[in-house]
T-cell receptor, first 108, second 118 residues
Framework: AQRVTQPEKLLSVFKGAPVELKCNYS??????LFWYVQYSRQRLQLLLR??SRESIKGFTADLNKGETSFHLKKPFAQEEDSAMYYC??????????FGKGTRLSVIA | GAVVSQHPSRVICKSGTSVKIECRSL??????MFWYRQFPKQSLMLMAT?????????EQGVEKDKFLINHASLTLSTLTVTSAHPEDSSFYIC??????????????FGPGTRLTVL
């Protein structure tokens, strides 16, 4: 079965501080991992996916197969990063399975 | 990226009535559409997956007779909540993906529809 775990419901950090949003997954095959972001009153949008290995808005995420993790990191948080972040997994042709989400609050 | 729209964005209805929510892919052909439900402060839960021209595949625990899904064309899917009850009040989000083009198999999300059943 596919499962995504985001252990933190809420994460508060000060502006300029490093951010790490945790995500662990369970899947027997080779999954595709994603981070989606939902800003206030906006739709869900793709932030990054592990296969592209790029940095978006300063965020990066590395797939660690040994630890089955895909943590999202940013060295210096900005106020505009405050949003709901969802880690998601896709196995083969199956739909995305989402974690419960972490609300990031960046304090000025 | 590709654009997915939903209509209406918000609907209030009386208990016992039926409500139809439309999901459209505006600039691509969506071979597959997904319907999710999101309760307040909770994650998205997949309700069903539909491929154009085929019957939808429902997730365990989702009543297919209550949540009717139609995917008659490559740009439109509808979700009809039949005989709605207050516990059906939720945020319904559709997602669409295509099996062709540069965004192959990526899911694009609509803005969601907030349903309130009185």
């Amino acid at each position: 079965a596919q499962r995504v775990t985001q252990p933190e419901k809420l994460l508060s950090v000060f502006k300029g501080a490093p951010v790490e949003l945790k995500c662990n997954y369970s899947y027997s095959g080779s999954p595709e991992l994603f981070w989606y972001v939902q800003y206030s009153r906006q739709r869900l949008q793709l932030l990054l996916r592990h296969i592209s290995r790029e940095s978006i808005k300063g965020f990066t995420a590395d797939l660690n197969k040994g630890e089955t993790s895909f943590h999202l990191k940013k060295p210096f948080a900005q106020e505009e990063d405050s949003a709901m972040y969802y880690c998601a997994l896709k196995g083969g042709n199956t739909p995305l399975v989402f974690g419960k989400g972490t609300r990031l609050s960046v304090i000025a | 990226g590709a654009v997915v729209s939903q209509h209406p964005s918000r609907v209030i209805c009386k208990s016992g009535t039926s409500v139809k929510i439309e999901c459209r892919s505006l600039d691509f052909q969506a071979t597959t559409m997904f319907w999710y439900r999101q309760f307040p402060k909770q994650s998205l839960m997949l309700m069903a997956t539909s491929n154009e021209g085929s019957k939808a595949t429902y997730e365990q625990g989702v009543e297919k007779d209550k949540f009717l899904i139609n995917h008659a064309s490559l740009t439109l899917s509808t979700l009809t909540v039949t005989s709605a009850h207050p516990e059906d009040s939720s945020f319904y989000i559709c997602s669409a993906s295509s099996k062709s083009g540069p965004s192959y198999n990526e899911q694009f999300f609509g803005p969601g529809t907030r349903l309130t059943v009185l």
